[in-house]
């Protein structure tokens, strides 16, 4: 069985596709210059991202998913967002395999999430992502087969102080706040991810910038530490918050710049709370803040029309 160039090069446009809408960008050459960014960063993780992207679109295409949902992407981003949590959270040989199977099964769950949330008018955002990261980074600790790695520590809370010392680099947390988005802490990446969104849209890229600058705002002075705020790990829910908000989801509210700004800021104390939560079992927060946040505010407008 051979494959035409118009279905490789089909793949390849959709699964690009599927990188961009971690952003929520149906754009194949944004995804390009996301994949680029990725790659400059890490090669692995580059290539993780497009097999993962990859992966989730022939599943969802093979299962017979909706043909406009898979060309745009939708099938992907979950995928994407596993495959590289897996493979950078996980050690030994065996991770590269477990997070191409995360990344059909993030496929599988994305589906599953579409049915049951269909009747509620609320996307399921990241949620499948977060879902199988977290079951299956604790099922490290009772299957041998799976190792987790040394810098996810659990940790008593009882033990736990607060560090605030040290220096802000403003502008490495606002393009590693970009660049986390993917697990990246890479300064020319940051930028290169900022041009991706630019490209779908001056719009997108405006308002990416100002929940980038809200993010660094608030934890600042929020007083949260100094090195996880310059890291961008406060920033990155905010401008995924803030683009789902203001211009994604937001269906003509009056409001909903000055909505997707609050909702923005709001991630900063939800990602302390549920960094705070995760501790003892030293997980990582992912993309959780951002998806309650919004769930929030897309629920809320259900009832408050104007927000």
Not at 26 to 47: E, H, K, Q, R
Not at 164 to 190: V, Y
Not at 220 to 249: K, Q
Not at 296 to 305: D, G, T
Request: net charge neutral; glycine share 8%; hydrophobic share 55%.
């Amino acid at each position: 069985m051979t494959i035409s160039n118009n279905k490789w090069g089909w793949l390849f446009v959709t699964s690009f596709k599927g990188i961009s809408q971690v952003i929520f960008i149906d754009n194949a050459v944004s995804g390009f210059i996301m994949l680029i960014a990725i790659t400059l960063a890490s090669y692995p993780l580059g290539i993780i991202a497009l097999i993962s992207s990859m992966v989730g679109t022939l599943v969802a295409k093979i299962g017979g998913a909706d043909n406009e949902n898979i060309n745009q992407g939708l099938f992907g981003y979950n995928s994407v967002l596993t495959g590289m949590a897996l493979s950078l959270f996980l050690t030994g040989n065996d991770r590269w395999l477990i997070a191409v199977v995360g990344a059909a099964i993030a496929a599988i769950v994305t589906a599953a999430m579409m049915h049951f949330m269909r009747q509620t008018n609320i996307p399921i955002l990241t949620f499948p992502f977060i879902v199988i990261t977290w079951f299956l980074l604790l099922s490290t600790y009772r299957l041998v087969s799976f190792n987790i790695s040394s810098a996810l520590i659990p940790q008593s809370l009882s033990h736990w102080t607060l560090d605030i010392r040290g220096q802000m680099n403003w502008l490495t947390g606002a393009l590693d706040s970009m660049g986390q988005i993917f697990f990246l802490d890479h300064a020319l990446s940051g930028i290169l991810l900022f041009i991706a969104v630019f490209w779908a849209g001056w719009r997108w890229g405006l308002y990416a910038m100002v929940g980038t600058v809200a993010a660094l705002l608030t934890s600042y002075f929020l007083r949260g530490e100094h090195t996880l705020i310059s890291h961008g790990l406060y920033g990155y829910n905010a401008v995924l918050t803030m683009l789902a908000v203001s211009e994604v989801f937001k269906e003509n509210h009056r409001y909903s710049v000055v909505t997707g700004i609050f909702a923005a800021c709001l991630t900063i104390p939800i990602t302390a709370s549920i960094d705070t939560w995760l501790l003892p079992y030293g997980l990582p927060a992912l993309t959780m803040p951002f998806v309650v946040c919004t769930w929030i505010f897309l629920a809320a407008r259900n009832v408050m029309s104007q927000i």
